[in-house]
């Protein structure tokens, strides 16, 4: 039986923002009270994140909740985020300057800024 493609975008986003915060699997299980292996199992999908262990991860992450679903794409669910479609790698998040990047970004407390903020990056990148 495979994972549900939202299950799998959940656990993506899940270590995505756990990446960002610079937490390790340990210390998020630590603050939830369950093993890093569960963790591990969420971030891929293998088991999925109930209604309150989400509510418990967000506020872990200091995330809403509506975070962890953000981007997904019903028509192409396995690749429904960016960082799929668009080229992303996953040593690129690991990069000083991208974790630096990052943490800025959501440091911006006004979602409004915060689309801006990315409309003009999206812009210098797009300005090759």
Known sequence: MSANPVDIHVGKR???RRTIMGMSQESLAEALGITFQQVQKY???INRVSASRLYEISDALNSPVSFFFE???QENPVYGFAEDSD???EQNIKS?????LLRSYY???DPKIRKK???LIKSLADNK
Do not use: P
Not at 96 to 100: D, G, L, T
């Open 96 to 100: 000083r300057e991208s974790m630096v």
């Open 71 to 73: 981007d997904y794409n």
């Open 43 to 45: 971030e891929k999908g």
């Open 117 to 119: 903020a990315l409309e």
């Open 107 to 109: 440091q911006i407390s």
């Open 14 to 16: 899940l270590r995505l």
């Open 87 to 89: 080229g992303f790698e």
